[in-house]
């Protein structure tokens, strides 16, 4: 296992083809859902400076009776721990079962502020046997961070996590 990233300059393409490729080195041979997360969210980190990488994984709510997403692996400052299906924009992501770019988190109506610092947003969720178990949710402090280039790359690595 790699134990230092190699942290690359260049394209958000290059940037992202670097990561891939270690992330999938780096979780080959583990099958510890959390470790893989949890190292998967600090590679993603590490190579993008992003304010906020985390995921949330779907869990149920014994109390409720229903499946709610819930604070997983993350870095960056604390979070909202739990988030009901079809709220903000990563339960959004969970009920559509579609990635969601926000460029201004501000006109995303029904978004979910952990932090006013978070300006733009990319929510990828995460299959398993074709339904939703989590989502892999990335925050800039900067507006209009995220395109499809972000969308194809990080729907490739989260396709990389075994469950
Ligand atoms: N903004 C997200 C909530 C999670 S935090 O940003 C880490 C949302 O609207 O779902």
Redesign the pocket.
């Known amino acids: 296992m790699a134990e230092d990233l190699n942290i690359v300059s260049g394209s958000k393409q290059e940037k992202y083809t670097s990561i891939t490729a270690q992330i999938k080195a780096l979780i080959d041979g583990e099958p510890d859902l959390t470790a893989n997360l949890a190292n998967i969210a600090a590679a993603l980190k590490e190579q993008f400076g992003w304010f906020?990488v985390?995921f949330y994984m779907v869990k149920p709510n014994e109390t409720k009776k229903v499946d709610e997403l819930v604070l997983g692996p993350f870095q960056g400052p604390v979070?909202?721990t739990r988030?009901a299906k079809g709220r903000?924009?990563?339960?959004t992501s969970w009920a559509k079962e579609e990635t969601i770019i926000v460029p201004d988190?501000e006109k995303f109506p029904g978004?979910?502020?952990?932090s006013s610092a978070?300006k733009s947003?990319i929510?990828v969720p995460i299959f398993k046997d074709s339904s939703v178990v989590g989502v892999l949710?990335v925050?800039s402090d900067l507006l209009d961070q995220f395109d499809a280039t972000d969308k194809v790359y990080l729907e490739a690595i989260v396709a990389l996590i075994k469950h």
Do not use: L, M
């Not at 903000?88 to 339960?91: A, E, H, K, L």
């Open positions: 906020w985390g979070a909202c988030i903000g924009v990563c339960g988190v978004h979910i502020a952990c978070s947003e929510v949710d925050d």
